[in-house]
Every structure is written in structure tokens, then in C-alpha cells.
């Protein structure tokens, strides 16, 4: 109470014990002591709030008791008033609160607890009201390509950007891993179409590894009571959903496009092997007879086959040394990343599943799925020979290449283990050189 005895002597109790509302600080109309004293009957903390006015003036939560003093015939000659510091068990509770309600990344309300504060504020006063959902493009493509502490950092910049004063009364929550919702409360569409082009334009502000960040968005406007919000919840997602369908393409084409530059960019050799093996698998497809379609189907696998290597560190694409295990493990990850990033564009998907298995041996010694022969997809083990023969003649930074003709008896070598042995006769067969080898099918299989 910040009173010593001697000065608390002989004074009101309510002047010393100085009770208020903890959320309201108004005084209670009778201090519980006086009510136990007409009573009897005791009073114990039940989780209200309360807060003691100290002689500084300082309210402090507390948690108290009061128990009648009982004379041999029950009749009540005093209290005992008990009372104790809460305000480190306050702010544990209010922080569990806290948890319990809020998005822990973001700090954000969480979905329940968004929906529940929206129901809340559901009435007369506050129509109309709009519900708009917000989905960030292309988060999905930078958690696989440079990990979820990247893509979280980036949902943390997104949540303050939110949780700016767009409008009054707004209400900001993260109701799913990359969707969030905004309420708006007396708001009209042409003021929610506003703060969603305002919205946009900040976040395009925040150009990650140069790409601008983009959103789809959804909303849905209540009126009247007779809206339900679940119904109004239904009418936003399905708005969000028709705009995603066609905006959310484009922005992960943009996003895939933008990985592959970032990956040139870190490692300018990685750029021209790609470039390489895109001309030789297109070159290949020619000499095999493929329609145009499909050797340029070829040329852009070539170009996009090691798209998975953005994930990795740029000290491993650019060692100068002979890689490690650890090193190897990590770039033994690079075709099932490609096949992630790859598979979410509809351009590309069709390529995707070519990219995952272009490190598959015929023997079914490769990676990451141990397949063998005609079941590795034809285009995968097209790329597999183009890519090995670029790599073995064209300079590596911890060896020299080798002659073309070293690289063909190796190619050569390998049929039949590594490489499609039928394959591998086309292939020679393209540099003028002859082939027959036991497994090796009719040349004109593929013309």
C-alpha cells in the first residue's frame, strides 16, 4: 500500500485499502472487509479484475482474501484482509492470453480469434461492413527456394505493412499460412478497392531479390442483419479464389522467372552450362526427329533443368575445391526443388516432373527416387546425356575440361548403366560416330 503502520493507524480502511475496477478504475460502491463484517461470510479471489490505489497513487493488481473473525458463539467481531502483489502473475496470464489469440509469428489476431472479434462488432452501428481476404503471390515459391526463415521474415514485413492506418476501425488478422483478412466497419467498396490498391503499392515497395511483391484479393460487403458472416465469410473467399485463379499464375510465372535470374546471377557459370545444355537438348531433339514443339519443349528443359540449385548456398555453386558429403547432400536436393517450384506454374508444369528425374540412372542408381530404365520419363533421360557432356567438356572451378571426343568413350562407357543405351547411340551417332552395344534399340526408335 506504500503505507508503514504508524501512519496507517487509526485511518479509514478504504484510505488505506483503496480498492478500484482493474479495467474501469472506479471505486467500488462497498470495500468487501465491510460486506464480510455484515456477513459472515467470506470472500476469496475470483480471477476479477482488481487494482489497489497505493499512497503514490499508483494502481497495482492485486489478488485478495477476506475471512470473518468468529467469536466462540459465530458472531463476527472482525475481518482478516489478505491481499498480494499479482502483477507478475497479471502478466503471465495476460501474456498466455496473448498466445492464445494471436498469430505467434506475426503478432496478429489468429483466424478463431479474428472471426469471434468480427461477431463482436456485428451490428447496426457498423454497417456496412466489408470483409476483405488478402493472398500473397508467390509466397509459396520463396518458402521452397530460399527456406521458410526467409518466407517468415517476409510474412512479418507484409503483417506491419497490414497493420497500418488504412482505415478507420480496421481490424487485421492472419487467418491462414499466406492469406490475411482486414475489417472494415461503415465502409463502402470504393473505399475497400482504394486500400487494396494502396496496400498493393506498399508492398511493391518491398521488392524481394527484385521481385515486387504482389497480392490477390477478395471481398464481401453486409448490410443488414439478416447476412449471416458466415455467409459473408463464403462470398469473400470465393471472390478471393476467382481473382487468385488468374492473378496468382501470372505473379508465380514472374516468380519462377525471377528465381532462374537470381540463380544466373549468383553463379554466372551455372547460367551458361544451362544455356548450353538448352541448345544441345534442343540440337539432340532435332537429330531424334521430334516436331518443333518438342525440341523447344527440350531447349527450355535444358535452361530450367538446375532451377533448384537457387536454394543453395552460393559458396557451393561456386567452390573452387572438390565438394564435400555434406555439400553433395545439399545439392542432391536441387531436382525435387525444381519440381516444386516448376509444378505450381502452368506453363511449366509439364516440364516438372522432367526436371525431378534428370539425375535418374538406367541402372536406377540415381536420385532422388531410384527409378530405372523406361520408367524415367524419355525427356529426363535426354537431359541426363546433354547434361553430362556439357559438364565433362566445359570448364569446372576445380577441373579443366575434357576433350569431346574423351567425354563420348566416356558417354559411351556409361550406357546401359547411367545413360539409355539406345540413347547413347543417337547421341554418338550426332557427333558422327557409330554404336552398337547389347540393349541399345533400332536407331529410327525415335524418328
Known amino acids: 500500500t506504500g503505507w508503514d503502520i504508524a501512519e496507517a493507524l487509526g485511518k479509514p480502511l478504504h484510505e488505506v485499502y483503496h480498492i478500484v475496477d482493474g479495467l474501469t478504475l472506479k471505486p467500488f460502491e462497498k470495500p468487501w472487509p465491510y460486506t464480510v463484517l455484515e456477513t459472515g461470510i467470506p470472500i476469496q479471489y475470483d480471477n476479477s479484475e482488481i487494482k489497489l490505489i497505493g499512497k503514490s497513487g499508483k494502481p497495482i493488481a492485486i489478488e485478495d482474501m477476506v475471512y470473518p473473525i468468529l467469536d466462540d458463539k459465530g458472531t463476527v467481531t472482525g475481518a482478516v484482509l489478505i491481499f498480494t502483489d499479482g502483477t507478475e502473475k497479471r502478466l503471465h496470464r495476460d501474456k498466455l492470453l496473448y498466445l492464445s489469440t494471436h498469430d505467434r509469428l506475426t503478432g496478429l489476431l489468429d483466424r478463431q480469434s479474428f472471426y469471434a472479434k468480427m461477431q463482436e462488432l456485428d451490428g447496426n452501428r457498423n454497417y456496412p461492413l466489408v470483409l476483405m481476404l488478402l493472398d500473397i503471390n508467390g509466397l509459396k515459391l520463396i518458402n521452397e527456394a530460399y527456406g521458410h526463415a526467409t518466407g517468415d521474415s517476409l510474412l512479418n514485413e507484409i503483417a506491419i505493412i497490414l497493420q497500418r492506418p488504412w482505415y478507420k476501425g480496421q481490424m487485421v488478422g492472419r487467418v491462414d499460412g499466406d492469406e490475411f483478412a482486414l475489417f472494415f466497419p461503415n465502409a463502402t467498396e470504393e473505399i475497400v478497392l482504394k486500400v487494396s490498391q494502396e496496400i498493393q503499392e506498399a508492398l511493391s515497395e518491398q521488392a524481394f531479390s527484385g521481385y515486387a511483391l504482389t497480392i490477390s484479393h477478395g471481398y464481401a460487403k453486409k448490410e443488414y442483419a439478416q447476412t449471416s458472416l458466415s455467409e459473408l ?19 508465380r510465372q514472374k516468380m519462377v522467372d525471377l528465381l532462374l535470374q537470381s540463380l544466373f546471377k549468383k553463379s554466372p557459370r551455372e547460367m551458361e552450362h544451362s544455356k548450353r545444355v538448352g541448345i544441345l537438348a534442343e540440337r539432340f531433339g532435332r537429330h531424334l526427329g521430334f516436331p518443333k514443339e518438342e525440341f523447344e519443349a527440350l531447349h527450355t528443359l535444358g535452361v530450367l533443368h538446375d532451377i533448384g540449385k537457387i536454394a543453395l548456398a552460393t559458396r557451393i555453386l561456386n567452390e573452387k575445391n572438390k565438394l564435400d558429403t555434406d555439400d553433395w547432400r545439399e545439392i542432391r536436393r536441387h531436382p525435387e526443388i525444381g519440381f516444386n517450384l516448376l509444378s505450381s506454374v502452368n506453363q511449366y508444369d509439364i516440364i516438372a516432373e522432367q526436371v525431378l528425374c534428370h ?16 520408367s524415367i520419363p524419355l525427356y529426363s533421360r535426354i537431359l541426363a546425356l546433354c547434361d553430362s557432356f556439357d559438364a565433362m567438356t566445359n570448364y569446372r572451378t576445380y577441373r579443366a ?12 562407357r556409361c550406357s546401359n548403366t547411367q545413360f539409355d543405351p539406345t540413347l547413347v547411340g543417337r547421341f554418338l551417332e550426332m557427333y558422327g560416330k557409330r554404336f552398337e552395344m547389347e540393349g541399345a534399340k533400332s536407331a529410327r526408335i525415335f524418328s
Do not use: C, M, T
Not at 233 to 251: G, T
Not at 366 to 372: D, K, L, R, T, V
Not at 401 to 412: M, S, T
Open 233 to 251: 465469410q463464403k462470398r469473400a473467399e470465393d471472390d478471393l479464389f476467382r481473382n487468385k485463379s488468374v492473378e496468382n499464375q501470372s505473379a
Open 401 to 412: 575440361g575434357v576433350p569431346i571426343d574423351k567425354a563420348l568413350e566416356e558417354i559411351k
Open 359 to 374: 539425375h535418374e540412372r538406367w541402372d536406377g542408381k540415381g536420385y532422388p527416387n531410384q527409378i530405372a530404365g523406361e
